[in-house]
């Protein structure tokens, strides 16, 4: 019998863990790819990039700046404009739709028209974004209290008076001080802490599954960055939100991170447990990434290690693996002619190497 | 807001002042004086003055004395609502003006509302579906309207009115109106001619606004807050009149301080090419008349018109914009 045959069957390594989508995944985004089609020539900004979120999970993308991290998750919530296009793969999101929170409908974001009614319904809505920089985000001839309704109204049968309320109740939950008064206010008569509140605010007015923070501590100073993080780590416990957590910075993933994605040129090198990551880097990538980090540890007194050379131009991608030019232990032969896949190295972290599979190759 | 304006309107005396004293200036421009030129002009067309009424009319204004004294005596008159007596047309000043002065302002503000109704639509097509055939089109459209002088629109437009449709499109009344007391039938007739001049005079603005539009909107549409209005579910279309548009919007109308007197001053050769009943004209004959009173008072009334013009724009631009009316406040 078929069934008893694969049963049976030994688990292997090189299954991919983001084929099926069990109950606990939120969101299961599986080869995505999203172009740049210009007269200059094609920029492949996400190539094939996979990934997993489970509910109540906060995943951390980091790469250079430049490595797909934004279009990623733009092309999530389908706001890649043109010239960019998502071409390929799906974005499987359980929908919220059952009574009392219960899950509904799995929903392949990727197969939705991205300026149609039913995108427009989820975005914002059940899948929300906190913006890099909060200052350029909030327009700054419009009250923040106006901009809040406007979020509010979009997604909720509710009057204006009722939206207002909904939005103090939220800016106080951020930990906005005078909520009331603060609805009146330009977004540049604020801190750029509280501003970064008003968007968290936000991002939270119409109970989202799926938050997505795309590098929300860059524009802010460091001790205002620290207090931000603690209160989306609070609100993610208290709320139990899923978060995508975007940044460059290691730091930062090291503090909110459950799960990390390491990307490179549109590419996943790694993937797994923040733990896992941190203390048993496999790809030579993030290998190199986590030396570079300065510590207040650290014995020697001499330049922190770089990684060599710099990102190449997108028009212009190495053959094979990505990383090849700049990685210190590429296989000559192999790792500029074959394109290595994400594959499961154990039952924890994924990579994208030969040095790690050498079985591993695109079709 | 009110601290903004009040601020606005109690520079307005000051700026008269100055625009007086510039229009006073012109009228002493020409060498001699307009009591000279003018007998000068009697005695050309074979009558003469006595010495007793030209000196009554020296004295009048003052002329046998030093220039800020007539410049005095000019700008009290002034006050008084004396504008003073049209040496060509032997009639009061204000009563040859008003008239006129109405219908320019009419035919301005028409022309102001018709060139926002055009430019508004063509610039946000232009910008949100840039390079498609709607912004090509438009763009050669725009650079026809910038480039052909208007008083040629008006020419074309007239030839091919009478030699098409065989009616005569000039002035801004059927003859049976045009030297009677205000009516309803004179509004409707008024309403019947305007659309013409108004079309040929808003054209070039049409085309430039829409031009500075279209730049504007371009440069907001790469703006962060779009990428977040889309991220909250906000329809294209509602995002790009509530957000981009109101920010681009904002140039165009401290143009406005520059765009409305250039409306009512510009219309000149256009206004004298279609025979319309506005100030335009009367300024051309007063010029070439050494009307000098005359053109003192349509010059100074231009400066009027173009002082309210930048009035509006301020105050509109304060209304629009909370920056500019905090950074008032503050000072």
């Given at each position: 019998?078929?069934?008893a045959?694969?049963?049976a069957?030994?688990?292997?390594?090189t299954?991919?863990?983001?084929?099926?989508?069990?109950?606990?995944?939120l969101?299961?985004?599986?080869?995505?790819?999203?172009l740049?089609?210009m007269d200059?020539?094609?920029?492949?900004?996400?190539?094939?990039?996979?990934?997993?979120?489970?509910?109540?999970?906060?995943?951390?993308?980091?790469?250079?700046?430049?490595?797909?991290?934004?279009?990623?998750?733009?092309?999530?919530?389908?706001?890649?404009?043109?010239?960019?296009?998502?071409v390929?793969?799906?974005?499987?999101?359980?929908?919220?739709?059952?009574?009392?929170?219960?899950?509904?409908?799995?929903?392949?974001?990727?197969?939705?028209?991205?300026?149609?009614k039913?995108?427009?319904?989820?975005?914002?809505?059940?899948i929300?974004?906190?913006p890099?920089?909060?200052?350029?985000?909030?327009?700054?001839?419009?009250?923040?209290?106006?901009q809040?309704i406007?979020?509010?109204?979009?997604?909720?049968?509710?009057?204006?008076?009722q939206?207002?309320e909904?939005?103090?109740?939220?800016?106080?939950?951020v930990?906005?001080p005078n909520?009331?008064?603060?609805?009146?206010?330009y977004?540049?008569?604020?801190?750029?802490?509280?501003?970064?509140?008003?968007?968290?605010?936000?991002?939270?007015?119409?109970?989202?599954?799926l938050?997505?923070?795309d590098?929300?501590?860059?524009?802010?100073?460091?001790t205002?960055?620290?207090?931000?993080?603690?209160?989306?780590?609070?609100?993610?416990?208290?709320?139990d939100?899923?978060?995508?957590f975007?940044?460059?910075?290691?730091?930062?993933?090291?503090?909110?991170?459950?799960?990390?994605?390491?990307?490179?040129?549109?590419?996943?090198?790694?993937?797994?447990?923040?733990?896992?990551?941190?203390?048993?880097?496999l790809?030579?990538?993030?290998?190199?990434?986590l030396?570079?980090?300065?510590?207040?540890?650290?014995?020697t007194?001499?330049?922190?290690?770089?990684?060599?050379?710099?990102?190449?131009?997108?028009?212009?991608?190495?053959?094979g693996?990505?990383?090849?030019?700049?990685c210190?232990?590429?296989?000559?032969g192999?790792?500029?002619r074959?394109?290595?896949?994400?594959?499961?190295?154990?039952?924890?972290?994924?990579v994208?190497?030969?040095?790690?599979?050498?079985?591993?190759?695109?079709? | 807001?009110?601290?903004y304006?009040?601020?606005?309107?109690?520079?307005?005396?000051?700026?008269?002042?100055?625009?007086?004293?510039?229009?006073?200036?012109?009228?002493?421009?020409?060498?001699?004086?307009?009591?000279?030129?003018?007998?000068?002009?009697?005695?050309?067309?074979?009558?003469?003055?006595?010495?007793?009424?030209?000196?009554?009319?020296?004295?009048l204004?003052?002329?046998?004395?030093?220039?800020?004294v007539?410049?005095?005596?000019?700008?009290?008159?002034?006050?008084?609502?004396?504008l003073?007596?049209?040496?060509?047309?032997q009639?009061?000043?204000?009563?040859l003006?008003?008239?006129?002065?109405?219908?320019?302002?009419?035919?301005?503000l028409?022309?102001?509302?018709?060139?926002?109704?055009?430019?508004?639509?063509i610039?946000?097509?232009?910008a949100?579906?840039?390079?498609?055939?709607?912004?090509?089109?438009?763009?050669?459209f725009?650079?026809?309207?910038v480039?052909t002088?208007?008083?040629?629109?008006?020419?074309?437009?007239?030839?091919?009115?009478?030699?098409?449709?065989?009616?005569?499109?000039?002035?801004?009344?059927?003859?049976?109106?045009a030297?009677?007391?205000?009516?309803?039938g004179r509004v409707?007739?008024?309403?019947?001619?305007?659309?013409?001049?108004?079309?040929?005079?808003?054209?070039?603005?049409?085309?430039?606004?829409?031009?500075?539009?279209?730049a504007?909107?371009?440069?907001?549409?790469n703006?962060?807050y779009?990428?977040?209005?889309?991220a909250?579910?906000?329809?294209?279309?509602?995002?790009?009149?509530?957000?981009?548009?109101?920010?681009?919007?904002?140039?165009?109308?401290?143009?406005?301080?520059?765009y409305?007197?250039?409306i009512?001053?510009?219309?000149?050769?256009?206004?004298?090419?279609?025979?319309?009943?506005?100030?335009?004209?009367?300024?051309?004959?007063?010029?070439?008349?050494?009307?000098?009173?005359?053109?003192?008072?349509?010059?100074?009334?231009?400066f009027?018109?173009?002082v309210?013009?930048t009035?509006?724009?301020?105050i509109?631009?304060?209304?629009?914009?909370p920056?500019?009316?905090?950074?008032?406040?503050?000072?």
């Amino acid at each position: 019998m078929f069934w008893a045959t694969a049963c049976a069957m030994p688990p292997t390594p090189t299954i991919d863990r983001h084929t099926a989508m069990t109950e606990k995944n939120l969101l299961t985004v599986k080869n995505l790819k999203t172009l740049f089609v210009m007269d200059e020539g094609t920029s492949t900004a996400v190539d094939g990039v996979s990934f997993t979120v489970d509910q109540g999970q906060v995943v951390g993308i980091v790469g250079e700046s430049g490595c797909g991290k934004s279009v990623t998750i733009k092309s999530i919530l389908r706001i890649i404009q043109k010239p960019g296009q998502v071409v390929g793969g799906e974005i499987l999101f359980r929908q919220a739709g059952g009574k009392n929170g219960a899950d509904g409908e799995v929903i392949d974001l990727a197969k939705l028209d991205g300026r149609g009614k039913e995108m427009r319904a989820i975005r914002g809505n059940q899948i929300t974004l906190i913006p890099q920089e909060p200052m350029a985000a909030l327009s700054p001839v419009h009250t923040i209290g106006n901009q809040l309704i406007e979020a509010v109204r979009l997604h909720m049968d509710v009057s204006k008076v009722q939206a207002a309320e909904i939005a103090i109740k939220r800016m106080a939950e951020v930990g906005m001080p005078n909520p009331e008064e603060r609805m009146e206010l330009y977004s540049w008569e604020l801190s750029g802490g509280l501003r970064q509140r008003v968007m968290i605010a936000m991002a939270l007015l119409c109970n989202p599954r799926l938050l997505i923070a795309d590098e929300p501590t860059t524009a802010i100073d460091v001790t205002t960055q620290a207090q931000v993080l603690s209160l989306l780590r609070d609100l993610q416990e208290n709320h139990d939100l899923a978060i995508i957590f975007i940044t460059h910075d290691l730091g930062v993933i090291a503090q909110v991170a459950d799960d990390v994605v390491v990307m490179y040129l549109g590419r996943v090198m790694e993937s797994g447990p923040v733990d896992d990551i941190f203390h048993n880097p496999l790809h030579p990538y993030t290998k190199a990434l986590l030396a570079s980090i300065p510590s207040v540890h650290g014995t020697t007194r001499g330049p922190l290690p770089a990684i060599e050379g710099a990102i190449p131009h997108p028009f212009n991608r190495p053959t094979g693996c990505p990383f090849h030019p700049r990685c210190a232990s590429h296989i000559p032969g192999t790792c500029d002619r074959r394109t290595p896949v994400l594959v499961a190295k154990n039952d924890r972290q994924s990579v994208s190497c030969f040095l790690q599979n050498d079985a591993a190759e695109e079709d | 807001m009110l601290y903004y304006i009040v601020k606005r309107l109690l520079i307005l005396p000051f700026l008269l002042f100055v625009f007086s004293v510039i229009a006073f200036l012109l009228i002493q421009a020409p060498p001699g004086d307009f009591v000279t030129s003018y007998v000068a002009e009697l005695a050309a067309s074979g009558s003469s003055m006595d010495q007793i009424q030209i000196e009554a009319l020296r004295q009048l204004y003052g002329l046998d004395q030093p220039v800020y004294v007539q410049y005095f005596k000019w700008i009290t008159r002034l006050l008084q609502g004396d504008l003073g007596i049209s040496l060509d047309f032997q009639k009061p000043i204000a009563d040859l003006i008003g008239q006129r002065l109405l219908l320019t302002v009419i035919l301005g503000l028409a022309t102001f509302f018709f060139t926002f109704a055009i430019a508004l639509p063509i610039g946000i097509i232009s910008a949100t579906r840039q390079y498609s055939f709607f912004d090509y089109f438009f763009t050669v459209f725009n650079y026809i309207g910038v480039a052909t002088p208007t008083f040629m629109t008006a020419l074309i437009l007239m030839w091919l009115a009478f030699t098409e449709l065989g009616i005569t499109i000039t002035g801004l009344f059927s003859p049976e109106y045009a030297d009677q007391p205000w009516s309803f039938g004179r509004v409707v007739d008024l309403g019947k001619h305007i659309w013409l001049p108004m079309v040929i005079l808003g054209l070039d603005g049409t085309a430039r606004l829409a031009r500075i539009l279209r730049a504007n909107l371009l440069d907001e549409l790469n703006k962060p807050y779009m990428e977040m209005a889309r991220a909250k579910g906000l329809s294209e279309w509602r995002l790009v009149l509530k957000y981009p548009v109101r920010l681009a919007i904002n140039p165009l109308v401290s143009s406005l301080g520059w765009y409305l007197p250039l409306i009512f001053s510009g219309s000149l050769i256009v206004a004298t090419v279609l025979n319309l009943p506005t100030i335009g004209p009367l300024l051309l004959r007063s010029l070439i008349g050494q009307d000098m009173f005359l053109a003192g008072a349509i010059v100074l009334s231009y400066f009027g018109l173009a002082v309210i013009g930048t009035l509006i724009s301020d105050i509109l631009l304060a209304w629009l914009d909370p920056r500019i009316r905090m950074e008032e406040a503050s000072k």
